[in-house]
């Protein structure tokens, strides 16, 4: 049986430019844990997830690991590897003794590699799908304007 548990918090992300204090952006992120794949894995999408719908821009800061693990009542361990994975997927950067940031691109290092699991896994069977009820290219573009 699945087990399901959703939890919320708030987060209030200061932007620094050049010195300045942008307004803070508030927000409320819900994780939907499951059993189907470790809960780091999860956290580490479900930020990836954030990055990608510029909830996190690039350079912003983003909650700490205790942070992240109180709220969410999981162990540090579990947050600090979710955050590890980001790291050597060059999505977040590590600044000692300041916190966790976006990297500058991380945004568009997520597009590039969503478009191409898109093509690889996602384009051959909606193709084959689209191909099997008569469509041909031309034939869908039509049909979706």
Same mark, same amino acid.
């Given at each position: 049986? *699945?087990? =399901?548990?959703?939890?919320?918090? /708030?987060?209030?992300?200061?932007?620094?430019?050049?010195?300045?204090?942008?307004?803070?952006?508030?927000?409320?992120?819900?994780? %939907?844990?499951?059993?189907?794949?470790?809960?780091?894995?999860? @956290?580490? %999408?479900?930020? &990836? $997830?954030? +990055?990608?719908? &510029?909830?996190? #821009? #690039?350079?912003?800061?983003?909650? /700490?690991?205790?942070?992240?693990?109180?709220?969410?009542? +999981?162990?540090? @361990?579990?947050? /600090?590897?979710?955050?590890? +994975?980001?790291?050597? *997927?060059? =999505?977040?950067?590590?600044? &000692? !003794?300041? !916190?966790?940031?976006?990297?500058?691109?991380?945004?568009?290092?997520? +597009?590039?590699? %969503?478009?191409?699991?898109?093509?690889?896994? %996602?384009?051959?069977?909606?193709?084959?799908?689209?191909? #099997?009820? !008569?469509?041909?290219?031309?034939? @869908?573009?039509? $049909?979706?304007?």
């Amino acid at each position: 049986m *699945e087990w =399901l548990t959703t939890f919320s918090y /708030s987060v209030v992300v200061n932007q620094h430019t050049n010195n300045n204090v942008k307004p803070c952006r508030c927000f409320v992120m819900k994780i %939907e844990w499951h059993n189907k794949s470790p809960i780091y894995r999860q @956290l580490a %999408e479900k930020l &990836r $997830e954030l +990055i990608l719908h &510029r909830i996190y #821009d #690039d350079n912003d800061a983003i909650p /700490s690991v205790r942070q992240i693990a109180a709220d969410h009542q +999981i162990n540090p @361990l579990t947050v /600090s590897n979710a955050f590890q +994975i980001l790291v050597d *997927e060059q =999505l977040v950067i590590k600044k &000692r !003794g300041i !916190g966790m940031y976006v990297a500058p691109h991380a945004r568009d290092l997520l +597009i590039a590699r %969503e478009r191409k699991l898109f093509l690889e896994q %996602e384009w051959p069977s909606f193709n084959q799908r689209a191909a #099997d009820l !008569g469509f041909d290219l031309s034939t @869908l573009l039509k $049909e979706l304007s």
